[in-house]
């Protein structure tokens, strides 16, 4: 009778279990400790996860090509989500620029940035008046899905947006031609109530496990969280072979 319809989901609840671990228990406790702090306090880039991205980033390969004209495809939610998966894969790359220059942790001059309980966003004119409300987790800078509608950053942060584009093979340009709207996404997740266990090791020998729980918005996915946690590279960007050298 009332069905789930597409906007009504508000967030994912996981809880997710890793066997095998590789380590001792006192180890492993003491490890995600000091992760969980770090996440706690700081926050995690919001990046797709991998399977946005299709088996060794086929989805993105398509969607280079759909926005390129080299290839048509006649489904259009098929169509719109390759689009979308390189929208998604060109988010990542200006996740990690973030990340590589140090301006994840503090927010850049003309941001777009988004509040956390109300979702309101405007572009930080002052960052030395909004980066305590970035410090204390009541605002986040937005990343770019590129698009001509999307809301632009001014200042600093629309030239570093602009730099990632223009590392593309696509331009604002093919975006309008695909009719691809644009949007901003949250740049930073906030998991405060992430919460870990660590198992004994069973009998049979298979070592100590560990429980992991915490809640998403949505459109967060949780492979973001395990990548922080058990530092493995698994919302690693799919390499385009026409943009190895960029």
Request: hydrophobic share 45%.
């Amino acid at each position: 009778r009332n069905k789930l319809q597409p906007g009504h989901l508000l967030g994912n609840r996981f809880v997710i279990r890793v066997s095998n671990i590789g380590c001792g228990a006192a180890e492993a406790e003491a490890r995600l400790a000091a992760i969980v702090q770090a996440i706690h306090s700081q926050g995690l880039p919001n990046f797709f996860g991998p399977q946005r991205f299709g088996f060794d980033g086929g989805n993105v390969r398509q969607g280079l090509a759909l926005l390129l004209g080299e290839r048509t495809q006649r489904d259009r939610w098929l169509r719109r989500f390759l689009i979308s998966s390189y929208q998604s894969y060109l988010c990542n790359r200006y996740l990690a620029r973030r990340l590589e220059i140090g301006a994840f942790d503090h927010l850049l001059p003309g941001d777009v940035a988004k509040k956390y309980a109300t979702g309101g966003m405007f572009n930080v004119e002052d960052v030395a008046q909004e980066q305590p409300r970035y410090a204390q987790h009541e605002i986040s800078f937005t990343a770019p899905l590129y698009g001509p509608k999307m809301w632009e950053a001014q200042a600093e942060a629309a030239a570093l947006e602009a730099q990632v584009l223009a590392e593309s093979p696509v331009t604002l340009a093919h975006l309008t031609a695909a009719r691809v709207e644009g949007t901003r996404r949250l740049g930073r997740l906030l998991a405060g109530d992430l919460c870990v266990r660590i198992l004994d090791a069973p009998p049979d020998g298979t070592g100590p496990s560990v429980v992991v729980e915490f809640q998403l918005p949505k459109g967060a996915f949780a492979t973001t969280v395990m990548r922080e946690l058990m530092k493995v590279d698994l919302a690693a960007l799919p390499a385009l072979a026409d943009e190895e050298d960029t």
